[in-house]
């Protein structure tokens, strides 16, 4: 078996790798973002190795920590009457993400500004972005003018405003968010336009949200968005991962004309 075949076999339960093995595949995972996850299955199926306890540990608490920082971030933006929300962060499975993508809807600038008297640094800036530092340290934040490469936009925030929703993280507190479907249909955007890359992170995160969104809205918002073919892409990487087997809904969404 392959590396990939590997992990996928060991979060499903169906291998179990030696210790040695495992800091191998442990140091894949990482490649493909998704390191911590790996170590979260490791700990729960009671085979995680000695020389990754204290890794498993640091991790875990700055997964806690990043929580901490979405669920800041949407307490600081709603108290300045902000219109934004977090995207592409948001996992279906324990992950400490590099950083917290947030589309800032209304009021840029004061939405800039507000977290900057709120103790988070700036990092740097892009033409449709910024960059801060939450004021723990441990995450950065980008604030999103636009979704876009450099100055060419690649999906009209204006179509996602509509699925924004509350979700309530793993601290009992709630993060402000896209609905799953329009938060996915910015994943695949990302990582086919920006990206240009497919991990086992995103491998992840579409399987696990295919067994829970609605076909017909992620097919309708798609339309909307423009990005239908780059779905149809996508999904149909995902569906010919090896040792994977997808619902039903999803083969008929990947074959309508």
Do not use: C
């Not at 495992?22 to 996850?37: D, E, V």
């Not at 920006?194 to 995160?205: N, R």
Request: net charge positive; aromatic share 10%; no cysteine.
């Amino acid at each position: 078996m392959n590396l990939t075949t590997k992990i996928i076999k060991t979060i499903d339960g169906n291998y179990t790798p030696t210790p040695q093995e495992t800091l191998k595949l442990y140091k894949y995972a990482k490649k493909n973002r998704m390191g911590y996850y790996f170590l979260y299955i490791l700990n729960q199926r009671k085979i995680l190795p000695e020389q990754l306890k204290e890794e498993y540990l640091s991790e875990t608490q700055r997964y806690h920590r990043i929580i901490n920082a979405m669920t800041k971030l949407t307490e600081d933006l709603d108290n300045a009457g902000i219109e934004y929300a977090i995207f592409k962060s948001i996992r279906p499975y324990p992950s400490t993400t590099v950083d917290i993508d947030t589309i800032i809807f209304n009021k840029y600038r004061e939405a800039y500004i507000t977290l900057r008297r709120r103790g988070y640094s700036k990092l740097g800036s892009g033409p449709e972005t910024t960059t801060l530092l939450d004021p723990t340290k441990t995450v950065g934040i980008d604030l999103y003018r636009e979704i876009a490469v450099s100055r060419i936009i690649y999906l009209d925030k204006e179509k996602l405003k509509p699925y924004i929703t509350r979700k309530k993280l793993s601290n009992n507190r709630e993060a402000q968010t896209l609905e799953p479907e329009a938060d996915l249909i910015t994943i695949v955007a990302h990582l086919t336009i920006k990206e240009q890359m497919y991990t086992l992170a995103d491998y992840y995160t579409i399987t696990y949200h295919l067994k829970n969104i609605d076909m017909k809205k992620i097919w309708r918002i798609a339309e909307q968005t423009n990005t239908l073919n780059i779905l149809k892409t996508i999904l149909n990487t995902t569906l010919h991962t090896k040792n994977r087997k997808l619902p039903k809904k999803y083969i008929q969404i990947t074959t309508q004309q």
